[in-house]
């Protein structure tokens, strides 16, 4: 007879003996290298691979994996094969594969499952995805000056709102501070205006919204289903009712961009009234979502490091000076485009908070099986399905390439008075050494009114304000954002203001 306590051991036995032959099983059939392909790594652990230490700390993950395999090398991470090139020497090879290297698929199936709408395919909606990207070239070119100048005529009306009551230093959260001001003036700016409700309290409570539903979008794109997101949903569907025809047709002085594009979902009687809403709410968030961290970072250093605002502060003044232009309650500040790319001391500011802050990852899928080939007669066979990777923090943290990478220096882009381009690594010069907005055909579409926009929050802010940290503390990034664009930081930051004094 076997007593309960052999049979337990017995089961017990069997269950061990199970998980060790299943886990040996999945060793063994894990992919292995062929001949001609980048170094593989698979990690030990079955399915997930390497995706906890790359999770934990992307860089220092993929730093040691340079280390181990050289510039080129292939992780296993959850399910997906991840070929990642690490030299810069070796981008503009990898950009230019876009006909065995797609994008589409990926962004496609992560922006309909985020934002709520179908799937842009082909079939069903020809021509969209190309019909869209003309519109784009409203925010490039001639066409950028109208939003430009509409951006600082907005920035000013919320900044005199917001700061016509103080006279003396007030305390905020800086983050806070950044998101209220280039919300509402973004969302000014491109939405135009409800003509009949109060403008500010309608877009404060549009930003709690968003902010809500922004705090969950790493969650999304990592397909951890909505329903799992407490009040997600529902908070994402009162965005996009924002944008439904009967709200969207009362607004006023709506932006030709917006105007254009919704003209363009008009045209697609295969979309719902909702669908079309969503495409707005997936614009709304691609112009806001990291336009307000990379604003926070650019103003958080510059008054962290009071010789940056200084001579921030100096070439600005030196503008009005030279425009004639004063500064004061009854004055509103006009800075043209030509002369907002002019500010070579703030462009070169705002160039180093995007090379510490900005994490998003440039991801192709390799369509069919094909040989990459790179500079110098290398070439590596890549396989369908897998993913190509490109890490811009790999980039812009390399010391061969900035010295001192982890320190923010803010004239770092200027030479001899003019922006410098001349970045080297390995003796040759990088046509990609700063890339905040991707790469190739997916770059962002909206970089130059992205970049204006903070150029010009901080010339307003900067002229307007004295500033002083309040806080000593170091912030630091917070990692969930890592591969998606700009990191948010840990926590909010204390800094006080004050209004600057007038020179008569
Ligand atoms: C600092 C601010 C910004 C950063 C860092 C940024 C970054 C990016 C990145 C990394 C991408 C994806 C590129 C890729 O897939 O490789 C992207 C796409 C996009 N961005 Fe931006 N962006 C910013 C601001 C803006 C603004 C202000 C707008 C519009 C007003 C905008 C509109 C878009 C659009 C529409 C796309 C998708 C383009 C497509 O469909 O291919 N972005 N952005």
Not at 121 to 130: C, H, N, S, W, Y
Not at 270 to 297: C, E, K, M, Y
Not at 322 to 339: L, V
Not at 446 to 457: P, S
Request: charged residues 25%.
């Amino acid at each position: 007879m076997i007593s309960t306590d052999q049979l337990l051991v017995s089961i017990n036995g069997i269950l061990l003996g199970t998980i060790l032959l299943l886990f040996a099983l999945l060793l063994y059939n894990r992919r292995r290298r062929k001949a001609g392909e980048p170094p593989l790594d698979n990690g030990w652990l079955p399915f997930f691979g390497w995706a906890f230490k790359f999770g934990k700390d992307p860089l220092k993950f993929l730093n040691l994996q340079q280390k181990k395999h050289g510039d080129i090398f292939t992780s296993y991470l959850a399910g997906k094969y991840m070929t990642f090139i690490l030299d810069p020497t070796q981008y503009q090879y990898v950009i230019k594969q876009a006909k065995h290297l797609d994008f589409r698929e990926f962004a496609n199936e992560f922006a309909s499952r985020t934002f709520d709408y179908p799937r842009i395919t082909e079939a069903k909606f020809p021509q969209l995805r190309d019909n869209m990207h003309r519109i784009y070239k409203i925010m490039q070119g001639r066409p950028l000056d109208k939003l430009t100048d509409s951006m600082m005529g907005n920035l000013q009306h919320v900044f005199k709102w917001k700061f016509s009551q103080a006279t003396d230093w007030r305390t905020e959260k800086m983050y806070q501070f950044c998101c209220d001001i280039i919300f509402e003036a973004s969302f000014m700016t491109l939405y135009g205006k409800d003509p009949v409700a109060d403008g500010h309290k309608l877009i404060s409570e549009i930003r709690e919204n968003f902010t809500k539903f922004d705090a969950k979008f790493p969650y999304l794109v990592l397909n951890v289903p909505i329903a799992l997101l407490g009040a997600t949903r529902k908070i994402r569907e009162e965005l996009i009712r924002i944008f439904f025809p009967n709200k969207m047709e009362k607004r006023s002085e709506v932006s030709d961009l917006v105007q254009t594009r919704k003209n363009v979902l008009d045209q697609y009687d295969v979309l719902q009234d909702h669908d079309r809403a969503a495409h707005h709410f997936a614009f709304l968030w691609a112009s806001v979502g990291n336009t307000i961290p990379a604003a926070f970072w650019a103003l958080y250093y510059l008054v962290k490091h009071p010789e940056a605002l200084k001579a921030v502060r100096k070439e600005l003044d030196h503008l009005l000076q030279s425009t004639g232009q004063k500064r004061g309650p009854n004055y509103d500040i006009h800075i043209t485009r030509d002369q907002l790319d002019s500010l070579v001391v703030l462009g070169s500011a705002i160039n180093e908070s995007l090379r510490l802050c900005s994490a998003s990852m440039n991801i192709r899928v390799v369509q069919e099986d094909f040989a990459l080939e790179l500079e110098g007669d290398q070439a590596y066979n890549l396989r369908k399905g897998d993913i190509v990777a490109i890490y811009p923090p790999t980039l812009h943290k390399d010391p061969e390439v900035y010295e001192d990478p982890e320190a923010y220096k803010y004239d770092r882009y200027i030479e001899d008075g003019k922006e410098k381009t001349t970045f080297y690594k390995k003796g040759k010069k990088l046509k990609h050494f700063l890339m905040p907005f991707g790469s190739g055909a997916t770059k962002c579409p909206g970089r130059f009114f992205a970049v204006n926009e903070i150029k010009q929050f901080l010339a307003v802010i900067v002229l307007y304000l004295e500033m002083e940290m309040v806080e000593n503390k170091i912030l630091k990034q917070d990692n969930s954002r890592t591969g998606l664009g700009i990191l948010l930081p840990e926590s909010d930051i204390k800094f006080r203001y004050k209004p600057r004094k007038l020179v008569s």
